[in-house]
């Protein structure tokens, strides 16, 4: 048994409908395919048993889609075949995404009783007008049911997510949707904030390119991205990494694992892992996975020592402590410095980044181009 955390995540690709600015992995099915599906994750889950022997599982993400479109019994279904198989430690976090109006009460319940103890749920807006034009299935009551469903039958760590820059959104609707998810009864223990991405092949693409003035500028955007850290740190929410802010003790240990290059299997169409140093993934097409749901995988991408440098810094600049000096050192043999000496005299030179004893952080400046001081890092 290694002590060293390996994390599990499960792609559930299924949605009632595509949302309007959507490109993930995921569209509409009917039930036997759902049904179908969840045999063939157990099929992998089971097959693949040599690369998770001996481990003991730090977390476990559904993720899609959406899981809580699958029917019932199949959340209870895939976290039996893992339980049966796999050494979870005391205090795995086993997270499910869901959307409302996909989870009655009976679902709810059944996760519970398997042994989901976080949920992640798709909100994105609490204005009614702004879930249409998104495209979401879903009113801000259905939300509201959802939620106090949720509470009742016990989670007690929940995750809402929420969009800024809907087409048409103004400054005011949306401090009014932060602010209405912080003074829920029990307000969540963590809140996702991501800005809106346009991605080519999406409604959104086509709706921007016909009326660019419905969009936010980048200038506005940036805006309400100070402000809701502002607003979320007087309700007691930390800023943890670039858009996830949580109550102390709440950050998401699965996505925490990610930023910090914990070992990861992926399972599911489209599914990725980190493994041994290497990343692979499973192919993205449904029936091919349905057939062999282990004969899909891509050839494993070996990553050099430079690939794996790169990864620790621009994965665990995304985390507002930033990345830890010893720790790069204890890993690389190495210092960050000896590395990345160029990128980051210039950083800081340029107030992107701060350095502090033990640490190299992006500054507030510095996580508003996030994106362009992390492709400094690439060797
Ligand atoms: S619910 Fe999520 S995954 Fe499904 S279509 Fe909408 S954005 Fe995409």
Known sequence: MTNKPLEIYLHIPFCVRKCAYCDFLSGSANGETMLRYTAALCQEIQLRKS???????????FGGGTPSALPLGCIELLLKTITGRMELSPDCEITLEMNPGTAVKEKL????????????????????????????????????????????????????????????????????????????????????VYSLIIEEGTPFYQLYQDKPALFLSEEEDRDLYHETKALLNTFGYDRYEISNYAKPGFACRHNMGYWNRAEYLGFGIGAASLYKESRFFNSDILEDYLENPVGVRSTPEVLSKKDQMSEFMFLGLRLCKGV????????????IRNVFEEAISKSIREKLM?????????????????????????L
């Open 51 to 61: 690369e998770y022997q001996g481990r003991r599982i730090s977390s476990i993400f």
């Open 109 to 192: 319940a059944e996760y519970k009783k398997a042994g989901v103890n976080r949920l992640s749920i798709g909100l994105q807006s609490t204005n009614d007008e702004e879930l249409c034009t998104l495209g979401r299935i879903h009113t801000y009551r259905q939300f509201q049911d959802t939620y106090e469903t949720a509470r009742e039958v016990g989670f007690a760590n929940i995750n809402v997510d929420l969009i800024s820059a809907v087409p048409g959104q103004t400054k005011a609707s949306f401090l009014d949707s932060l602010r209405k998810i912080t003074q829920l009864t029990k307000p969540p223990e963590h809140i996702s």
């Open 324 to 335: 830890s000096k010893s720790e790069f050192q204890r890993i690389f043999g190495t210092t």
């Open 354 to 378: 701060l350095e502090t004893r033990d640490s190299f952080m992006l500054t507030d400046y510095g996580l508003d181009v996030s994106n362009y001081v992390m492709s400094r890092f690439l």
